[in-house]
């Protein structure tokens, strides 16, 4: 996902460009928003954090970009790329280093296991919304 900070700051561009031309294909791609609903159910494994209310509100106050990206060793692959969750660990050159405002606001989201990423990419796309 491109989360809200990331598109009210007009990088859906720029970040989907390092996506392009880290050698990841996009199997599925859209723009909408999420509900409260939504966001509860995809962070429901960090529900009871501190940040919790908080994450919910940030996700939920415009609109998103979600995507499934294909790739040799994808989840490492993008997880290296968009570089460590607080921006300010982020690595040079990362999609977080360049683009994320603080650890809440982080710009952007990547599934963290093949299975996750199984999990994500149905709550986000029905079969027909992917290309196979
Ligand atoms: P993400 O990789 O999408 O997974 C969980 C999200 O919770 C994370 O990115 C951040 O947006 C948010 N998050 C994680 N840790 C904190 C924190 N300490 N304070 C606020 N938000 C956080």
Redesign the pocket.
Known sequence: MI?PDAVESGYIGPILAKISSAGFKIVAMKFTQLSRRDAREF?AI?KGRP?FD??IQ?MTRGPIVSAILEKDNAVEDFRALIGA?NPQEAAEGTIRKLYAKD????AV??SDSDENAGIEGAFHFSGREIYT
């Open positions: 989360k962070y960090h940040f908080e994450l940030f969750t650890i809440g606001e982080n989201h990547g």
